[in-house]
């Protein structure tokens, strides 16, 4: 029996649409969209919403459903493999046979090991085509999930921010930022994926931050897990990291290894880590080769504070060299953003 069409695409696209309404919501939880087809049609569609919340799959079922329409024979395209296991929730696999569900087209393989049998063995003994589709977008939406479960330390993005003279900026999704308010909506947004944020006691010492989700809908966000890494240990006890609503959400790393710091994160169930800065910090995890993804921002202005020494571009600085992989140029109002992936290095 023929398992993929034309049309897969389209429809898959369309529940990693519906996926990104929870990105940075369901951890540790994966995000992940659903859309039932019957007769090219969409008759439901659904989402996680966040942990303990019912699956995608089961979301557009019951959307359907609610539209008094029969989901008997349609297709469901769901961006994760659904589960075949007891969680907070029963297992999709049994509703989507139940419902008779006529076949199953899925974005990326579900890593969790409680999945025995899997999905894509049980649903195709029951008589439900099974195929993949999209494989890459639904797994770049889930990297701080897949890496996590599978090396137990978080994905991390280094946020940059640089004026036009090689000074770096800490800071950049927080009011003194010298950037326009394009860049720092995209600079919160970055942190609204994010389950943690990690920054130098340099940075903590001089920009005092927030590191928190403002400029952005943060609905059921868990703020970020705080992080400050420091060599002394002496941090004054008036930061606002300290002081604030989330203070218990602030953890100080004294001359802990990189490596160990991460491993301490992916047991606090950090997925995605985000880090602001400033030089030193930047500097040390290029260095690690620890970090997978880079958001830069870049600003025609001249700060001329930072010695050039701690600049992490100088290649001097180096191990090796390291390259992003396609990265994209875009002008957001006045200033300037480069995003891309680590080609090397990235553990
Ligand atoms: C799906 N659809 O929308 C999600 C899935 O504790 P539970 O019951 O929510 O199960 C969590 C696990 O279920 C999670 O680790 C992942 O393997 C899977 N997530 N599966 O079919 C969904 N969020
Ligand atoms: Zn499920």
Not at 19 to 28: C, D, I, K, Y
Not at 102 to 112: E, L
Not at 213 to 224: E, G, S
Not at 237 to 248: G, P, Y
Request: aromatic share 8%; with cysteine.
């Amino acid at each position: 029996m023929k398992n993929s069409f034309p049309e897969d695409r389209y429809w898959m696209k369309e529940a990693l649409k519906c996926a990104l309404l929870g990105e940075g919501l369901t951890n540790p939880n994966p995000a992940v969209g659903a859309v039932l087809v019957k007769n090219g049609e969409l008759i439901g569609k659904g989402y996680h919403s966040r942990a303990g919340a019912a699956h995608a799959e089961i979301e557009a079922i019951e959307d359907a459903k609610k539209r008094g329409i029969s989901v008997c024979g349609s297709t469901l395209y769901v961006t994760l493999e659904p589960c075949n296991s007891w969680g907070k929730t029963p297992p999709c696999t049994q509703y989507i046979i139940r419902e008779k569900i006529g076949r199953v087209v899925a974005g990326s393989p579900d890593p969790n090991p409680k999945n025995n049998p899997r999905a894509v063995e049980v649903l195709p003994s029951m008589g439900i085509s099974f195929s993949w589709e999209l494989l890459d977008e639904a797994l770049f939406l889930n990297r701080g999930f897949y890496h996590r479960v599978l090396t137990g330390k978080p994905w991390v993005i280094a946020k940059i921010a640089m004026a036009i003279d090689g000074s770096l900026s800490a800071g950049v999704g927080d009011e003194r930022w010298i950037s326009g308010l394009p860049a720092r909506t995209l600079a919160h947004k970055l942190r609204m994926v994010a389950d943690g944020i990690l920054i130098g006691a340099q940075t903590a010492r001089v920009d005092n931050p927030q590191l928190t989700i403002r400029l952005v809908d943060k609905r059921y966000k868990v703020q970020p897990w705080r992080v400050i890494l420091s060599l002394s240990g002496k941090l004054p006890r008036d930061l606002t990291l300290f002081r604030d609503a989330f203070k218990e959400r602030t953890l100080v790393c004294v001359r802990m290894p990189i490596e160990m710091v991460l491993k301490e994160l992916g047991s606090r169930e950090v997925s995605i880590l985000l880090v602001e800065g400033g030089a030193a910090v930047l500097h040390e995890m290029l260095k690690e080769g620890c970090v997978h993804e880079i958001s830069f921002f870049l600003s025609a202005v001249i700060i001329g504070k930072q010695p050039l020494n701690v600049n992490p571009y100088s290649p001097a600085n180096l191990s090796f060299p390291f390259a992003l992989v396609k990265p994209s140029w875009e002008k957001l109002g006045e200033d300037i953003y480069c995003h891309g992936l680590l080609e090397k290095g990235s553990k």
